[in-house]
C-alpha cells in the first residue's frame, strides 16, 4: 500500500523559509515522477513543482521560479520543496503526489497517489 507523508508546513513570517518532506512507502521514489501541489481555502488545487522519474526535468509554477527547489533523496526514500522567501499567497496546504504514467506534469489528473498534506501559514 503506498503512503505518502508530508511534514514541515507551519506558521512563519513573509520572507521565511520551509522545507516541506515527502517520505514515501510502498513505492520507491526514483522509479517515478514526484510533484508538489497546494491548497487555498476556496481555490482550486495548483501546481507547485515537480521531478521526473530521472531527475532530469524540473518544473515549477511561475511564482515558485527563483524561490522553491524540489528535490529527491533517493536512499530516504523522500522527496523536499525547499521553500525560500515565503509571501502570504504561498499560504495554502501543501501535498506530494506520485505521477505513475504519461501526461502533463502541471495537471493533477496525471497524479495517482497523494499525501494528506500539510498546512503552510505565512503571515505579512
Known amino acids: 500500500q503506498v503512503q505518502l507523508v508530508e511534514s514541515g508546513g507551519g506558521l512563519v513570517q513573509a520572507g521565511a523559509s520551509l522545507r516541506l518532506s515527502c517520505a514515501a512507502s510502498g513505492l520507491t521514489v526514483s522509479n517515478y515522477a514526484m510533484g508538489w501541489f497546494r491548497q487555498a481555502p476556496g481555490k482550486e488545487r495548483e501546481f507547485v513543482a515537480a521531478?521526473?522519474?530521472?531527475?532530469?526535468?524540473?518544473y515549477y509554477r511561475d511564482s515558485a521560479k527563483g524561490r522553491f527547489t524540489i528535490s529527491r533523496d533517493n536512499a530516504k526514500n523522500t522527496v523536499y520543496l525547499q521553500m525560500n522567501a515565503l509571501k502570504p499567497e504561498d499560504t495554502a496546504v501543501y501535498y506530494c503526489?506520485?505521477?505513475?504514467?504519461?501526461?502533463?506534469?502541471?495537471?493533477?489528473?496525471?497524479?495517482?497517489?497523494w499525501g494528506q498534506g500539510t498546512q503552510v501559514t505565512v503571515s505579512s
Open positions: 521531478i521526473s522519474r530521472s531527475g532530469e526535468s524540473i
Open positions: 503526489a506520485v505521477k505513475r504514467g504519461s501526461g502533463y506534469y502541471l495537471l493533477a489528473l496525471n497524479y495517482n497517489d
